[in-house]
């Protein structure tokens, strides 16, 4: 047998090899350019942000099972793909009520927005006007209706509304919502008392943060967050006088746990566009909400933030969308961390998905940038997947394209 004959390698031969990178102060750019995931984002925004920030967003109720049984159930999705099938052009855009969004794809309302990174909600606003995604503004957030709309008057925007138990307070707000042009009224229905976080309790989180040893030791860790927060306007919730406390003590100062149906019937009568309700968890409150006359449903567990252990919104999503049967667009919250996730909801009944946890890792780990990022990542993999299943339309988007099963074993978390 002939012996491998070695020699030196040429120079000209070693130069396609090496990879040398310019050197530029931009180091966030250059992070958020390597982030391939959401989970790289999480990674880098836990680095920049200060424990308790990145726990309020991260955590959810009690053990969490809520929120890890949302994620694992996305892991158990099985993608049978056709192949030989030309998907050089493919249609992913949809039409919801009032809004359009170039994949099936809206963000959610998330509270206190501002605390994560200091431009907030305007940084999520802008990020979402220039990809053409909608962007639903909380009660809890940080920039009044009036400023986002001013300051981002070209994004789709819907207004997520807590019912306060002043209800004229409520109604003042969602005039404002109103007069500031949100057309579509986003009211969530699981937060009658608050769940226990106990990240936060365990992190002495507070609303605004208290100035403690511990706070003052993390200053030390991220000098950068504290001198942003510190030499912006005060932290507080835009919509919300007396705050103080934990998030689960100003939700049950506030929040009305008297709320039933017959306060749909208000809200329709003072509010003059589209009503969606989101937390739906079960079929029958599914039927009785349509009748009732509500214009679109959220299936949603909060994000596993209120009752843990409740049920698994992936799971639950068929028999919902089949109870509605197409009278009103059903969305689905919770869990969604990739692009082939928002596939594997469509398929199984949903016509978009909401995300919040996503574009807060991306907002914590470089601000609009990120934000931006983290829509460029889950929009490249839903469109990856489409084509990889071999489909062209979101119509062909079945249930036995992407199969759930009930068991199996877990996948990795948050895809790392």
Not at 10 to 28: A, C, F, H, Y
Not at 315 to 326: C, H, N, R, T
Not at 342 to 361: K, T
């Amino acid at each position: 047998m002939a012996r491998v004959q070695r020699r030196l390698p040429r120079i000209e031969e070693l130069r396609p090899l090496v990879r040398v990178e310019r050197p530029t102060l931009q180091r966030t750019r250059r992070a958020l350019e390597r982030a391939n995931t959401i989970e790289d984002l999480r990674h880098l925004a836990r680095r920049r942000t200060p424990n308790s920030a990145f726990d309020y967003v991260d955590g959810a109720a009690e053990s969490e099972v809520s929120l890890t049984r949302a994620r694992e159930a996305f892991g158990r999705v099985e993608f049978r793909p056709r192949v030989l099938r030309d998907v050089s052009q493919i249609q992913t855009a949809v039409s919801i009520l009032d809004v359009t969004s170039p994949i099936p794809l809206i963000l959610a309302p998330t509270g206190f927005t501002r605390m994560m990174q200091h431009e907030g909600e305007r940084a999520v606003g802008r990020a979402a006007a220039a990809a053409g995604i909608p962007y639903t503004l909380s009660t809890m957030g940080t920039v009044s209706v009036e400023d986002l709309a001013t300051d981002v008057p070209d994004v789709q925007r819907w207004f997520q509304l807590y019912l306060w138990q002043d209800r004229e307070a409520s109604l003042a707000l969602m005039g404002r919502a109103r007069d500031a042009g949100y057309s579509t009224l986003v009211l969530t229905v699981d937060t009658c008392v608050g769940g226990e976080r106990l990240r936060d309790v365990r992190n002495g989180m507070t609303i605004p943060p208290q100035l403690t040893p511990r706070t003052l030791t993390d200053m030390a860790l991220h000098p950068r967050w504290w001198a942003n927060l510190l030499t912006t306007a005060p932290l507080e919730f835009a919509s919300l006088r007396g705050t103080g406390g934990t998030v689960e003590q100003l939700i049950n100062r506030m929040f009305d746990p008297t709320l039933n149906t017959r306060d749909l019937v208000w809200l329709r009568d003072n509010w003059p566009g589209a009503i969606v309700l989101k937390g739906i968890q079960n079929v029958e409150d599914a039927k009785e909400f349509v009748d009732l006359g509500v214009d679109g449903l959220i299936v949603s567990n909060h994000g596993g933030r209120q009752l843990d252990r409740s049920v698994t919104p992936l799971e639950v999503l068929p028999g919902i969308a089949a109870a509605v049967g197409g009278r009103v667009p059903v969305l689905l919250d919770t869990g969604v961390m990739h692009g082939g996730d928002i596939v594997a909801a469509v398929a199984n009944g949903a016509d978009a998905v909401m995300v919040g946890r996503a574009y807060l890792y991306g907002l914590m780990a470089g601000g609009e940038a990120g934000v931006a990022r983290a829509l460029d990542i889950l929009t490249t993999q839903f469109q990856r997947t489409m084509r990889l299943l071999g489909v062209t339309s979101l119509d062909q988007l079945t249930p036995d394209r992407a199969v759930l099963h009930p068991a199996g074993p877990p996948a990795p978390a948050h895809y790392a």
